[in-house]
């Protein structure tokens, strides 16, 4: 009897580990990063969903965002090119709108176009790099300026849950494997 209930347990470990390796397919599934900035009288934290690869190499567009910024939520991230950072003195045009890319795998992380966000309250803001003052900054103005104030911007991967739930499944695998082993050497020995 113990015998049929861990080859039955054998076999529905094996299940759930094969079903989690053939679900889990990492080149469609978006990616998330957890991101934070803060500066004097700034503090912006929450998760980035990363979509298609972007137009610079190395990059991914921002397609979602969540979070808060000084304890007021976000509630949408805005399109690329509809937050201008920068604007000609002269014509008023946008130098740099916002292009919303992401550089997972470099130091710096944004351009300095940056990702635009709206909070529930209306307010409209910015993150980006300024390569002249060699440090992110976040803009709240449709006139970006060297004034604007320097934070200190760090993300970090989320795992993606069907690489968990593999994690788990083959735990579950390797005990339902050893429980087999011991079960037919007490039966060996008996």
Same mark, same amino acid.
Request: with cysteine; aromatic share 8%.
């Given at each position: 009897?113990?015998?049929?209930?861990?080859?039955?347990?054998?076999?529905?470990?094996?299940?759930?580990?094969?079903?989690?390796?053939?679900?889990?397919?990492?080149?469609?599934?978006?990616?998330?990063?957890?991101?934070?900035?803060?500066?004097?009288?700034? +503090?912006?934290?929450?998760?980035?969903? &990363?979509? =298609? *690869? $972007? /137009?610079? %190499?190395?990059?991914?567009?921002?397609?979602?965002?969540?979070?808060?910024? +000084?304890?007021?939520?976000?509630?949408? &991230?805005? =399109? *690329? $090119? /509809?937050? %201008?950072?920068?604007?000609?003195?002269?014509?008023?045009?946008?130098?740099?709108?916002?292009?919303?890319?992401?550089?997972?795998?470099?130091?710096?992380?944004?351009?300095?176009?940056?990702?635009?966000?709206?909070?529930?309250?209306?307010?409209?803001?910015?993150?980006?790099?300024?390569?002249?003052?060699?440090?992110?900054?976040?803009?709240?103005?449709?006139?970006?300026?060297?004034?604007?104030?320097?934070?200190?911007?760090?993300?970090?991967?989320?795992?993606?849950?069907?690489?968990?739930?593999?994690?788990?499944?083959?735990?579950?695998?390797?005990?339902?494997?050893?429980?087999?082993?011991?079960?037919?050497?007490?039966?060996?020995?008996?």
């Amino acid at each position: 009897m113990k015998l049929t209930q861990s080859l039955i347990l054998a076999g529905v470990g094996q299940a759930v580990a094969a079903g989690v390796l053939m679900a889990s397919s990492p080149a469609s599934a978006a990616q998330l990063y957890n991101f934070s900035y803060s500066g004097t009288g700034i +503090n912006a934290t929450g998760t980035l969903t &990363l979509g =298609d *690869p $972007g /137009t610079e %190499p190395g990059s991914f567009l921002i397609t979602g965002i969540t979070g808060e910024r +000084n304890g007021v939520a976000i509630s949408s &991230l805005l =399109d *690329p $090119g /509809t937050f %201008p950072v920068g604007t000609n003195p002269r014509t008023g045009n946008p130098l740099t709108p916002n292009d919303n890319l992401f550089f997972p795998e470099q130091d710096i992380k944004l351009t300095f176009a940056g990702f635009s966000f709206q909070t529930v309250d209306g307010n409209n803001y910015n993150a980006y790099y300024s390569s002249t003052a060699s440090s992110y900054k976040e803009c709240n103005t449709p006139t970006c300026a060297a004034e604007d104030p320097q934070v200190t911007f760090t993300s970090t991967a989320v795992p993606e849950p069907a690489s968990v739930l593999g994690l788990l499944a083959f735990g579950a695998l390797g005990a339902t494997v050893t429980r087999k082993k011991k079960l037919a050497a007490q039966k060996a020995e008996v």
